[in-house]
């Protein structure tokens, strides 16, 4: 199992992103996925994940709609759309999946609880 995240960069406030998560070793549809995001000096936190069963997506509530998360199965890929960027959203945002359950579990917010990860792609918002 192997996840390889892309996509970040320097961007402006209120720019955009897109991030890349292509997966190999498992299909995207097998294991639900989540996107997490590390700030300097803070814990690595989940910030949306997609059900492997129907897709469905979940966000943390800080996020307030401005990130979407999606999948494209016939690529492998997962992707999080990332609009109205702000300086807090600045951090390293890693994919990872085969968490103890779906999505809607508790535990799977827990970072700890996910058995791979991708190697991290910077997003750095700022004028």
């Known amino acids: 199992v192997q996840l390889q995240a892309s996509g970040g960069g320097l961007v402006q406030p209120g720019g955009s992103l897109r991030l890349s998560c292509a997966a190999s070793g498992f299909t995207v549809d097998h294991y639900a996925i989540g996107w997490f995001r590390q700030a300097p000096g803070k814990e690595r936190e989940r910030i949306s994940c997609i059900s492997s069963s129907d897709g469905s997506t979940y966000y943390a509530d800080s996020l307030k709609g401005r990130f979407t998360m999606s999948r494209d199965v016939a690529k492998n890929t997962v992707y999080l759309q990332m609009n109205s960027l702000k300086p807090a959203d600045t951090a390293v945002y890693y994919c990872?999946?085969?968490?103890?359950?779906?999505?809607?579990?508790?535990?799977?917010?827990?970072?700890?609880?996910?058995?791979?990860w991708g190697q991290g792609t910077q997003v750095t918002v700022s004028s």
């Open positions: 990872a999946t085969d968490p103890p359950g779906d999505c809607v579990l508790i535990a799977t917010l827990k970072a700890n609880s996910y058995d791979y």
